[in-house]
């Protein structure tokens, strides 16, 4: 059974962040659809290259929160800047209320190293169901940052800076990846410890891949 | 011990007059080394050197102590510490043991930034257990990464406890931050909202306070003030109701003292308030920007709109911060001058 996974992004930092996250999947049971919000100025080669992933649609926020086939996902990613970010979240918990508030789990991340501005960059992030950090230190100030909070519980996990990856060479095994990680693109991380590593996902689908973890 | 401390301006000067006077009641004699004399109603019990600091780094004077506080900014911190020991060494004696630390609470991109630039220093003094974790981060794998340091408590503001007289009269100090927000904009919008405000609340002050000198040259003039202030929006106001009153920065901290409630959008002094027990709203409205400092405030539980602060009695049914987040800020801490000294005794040696 395979892992299906919606992405959400729209600029083209986002969309190459959700390629290289599509991409380091490949060896895994996970298929892969993205939604590209229609933005002037997206490279058609951006697309183009996602298009050889999977599936990509190009629906605006409200037409894909009242789309049928979001029933089809396992989860969603969640690929847009600060605000948006809070937004999808908040708008797409709505719009499953009356559905009996069953919903599908959100992830979200970052599309690069994430050099400053940290705190306000997870302060949007937070609510969602698992919130992928680029590595120890980001997860580290993280919990700096909960502890004590009633977000103590946000759930992470550590996943390398995948999206500061080059796409096209292999690199050597370097110790444990994250969950979606293949060997091949394994960050130098150290044995989990801590914080969530990959146990911490809600209702995750059975038979889930779960990689090196 | 006889102790320096260097600073230069308003921020390092207010932090270092607290730390005098906690150091001084613990027997130790303290003199200052700043470029300008403050004003004796700041520095009255303090001695003061009016000496550049660049000048103060090379001094005879500085040389005589058992150790000297650098509290500068930026760059000027590694030119201090490379002066004195170059005058150290031309001297033919030992340098001092300096010591430094963040002259504000700081946390994030912004501590980093401040605590970089203090990296070398014989000590540096943190002031709770967040800032600890964050150098520790800051300087895992480096060659600093046995920097010594101490914590310290909240130093920099005044959070010894108060005596209050309840009076009658309500107010709600506003803290005034001459660049926040930085638009004028937004602070008209901010200035006319709590005009309104004190238009429907009428039995309560409004009390708009500068947390700092809103010009340094010239701060009685109007026209020199920032229109990034809510101050220069009061002043542009030809007919501010009677309730909405301007306060003068010099009188912050008695304001502070007799203030019923306090909001502000990231003042320093918003963390002396809520050691001080004011029921205190942080303006979330803007959400946590780190160029307002937001970060600071993270975790605080005192994070409100402002428009869930009124009508303003709403203010004195605020619940009360985050303990354990005040006291990760330092507040944990209630003797940092002691742990300060025990530390320059065992660098003296």
Known sequence: ?213 | MNLGLVCQAEAGLRACLQLSLELQALGASVTLFTAEIPAPAMARDVPVIPLPPLVAASSELLMGLDAAGVFLEGAEMAAFRHVHGNAARLMGRAPVPLFTGPIRPLCGDALASDLLARLGYDLICLQGEAQQLELSWLLQGSRHHQQPHELIGLWCLPTQAIEVSPTAERVVLVHDQATIPPSPFANGVLYQRLRTIAQENPHWQVRLQPDTQLCTSTPEDPASWPETSLAWHHHQDGQPPTNLQLGLADDLPQALIQATACLGIASDWLLTAMVWGKPTAILGDYGIRTDFNGPLFFGSGAMHRLADCLPLDRLLELPRPNVQWLADRGWAIPDGASRLLRRLQELAR
């Open chain 1, 1 to 213: 059974m395979s892992l299906r996974l919606l992405l959400i992004a729209d600029s083209d930092s986002q969309l190459l962040a959700c390629q290289a996250l599509a991409r380091s999947s490949e060896d895994h049971a996970v298929e892969i659809s993205v939604n590209a919000i229609p933005r002037p100025g997206t490279p058609a080669a951006v697309l183009a290259a996602l298009r050889e992933i999977g599936p990509v649609w190009g629906l605006s926020l409200p037409q894909l929160l009242r789309d049928q086939r979001l029933e089809q996902f396992d989860a969603i990613g969640v690929y847009l800047t600060g605000s948006k970010l809070a937004e999808f979240r908040s708008s797409y918990h709505s719009t499953r209320k009356p559905l009996g508030g069953a919903r599908l789990p959100l992830f979200c991340g970052f599309n690069g190293v994430v050099l400053e501005r940290f705190e306000e960059a997870i302060a949007w992030r937070l609510g969602y169901d698992l919130i992928c950090l680029n590595g120890p230190r980001d997860q580290a100030r993280l919990a700096m940052l909960l502890r004590h909070t009633p977000f103590s519980a946000q759930r992470s996990v550590v996943w390398g800076a995948i999206a500061s990856k080059p796409p096209a060479r292999p690199l050597p095994p370097i110790g444990p990846g994250a969950w979606c990680l293949p060997n091949r693109w394994s960050c130098p991380l150290p044995q989990r410890s801590g914080v969530d590593w990959c146990g911490s996902w809600p209702a995750w689908p059975a038979g889930h891949p779960t990689g090196s973890c």
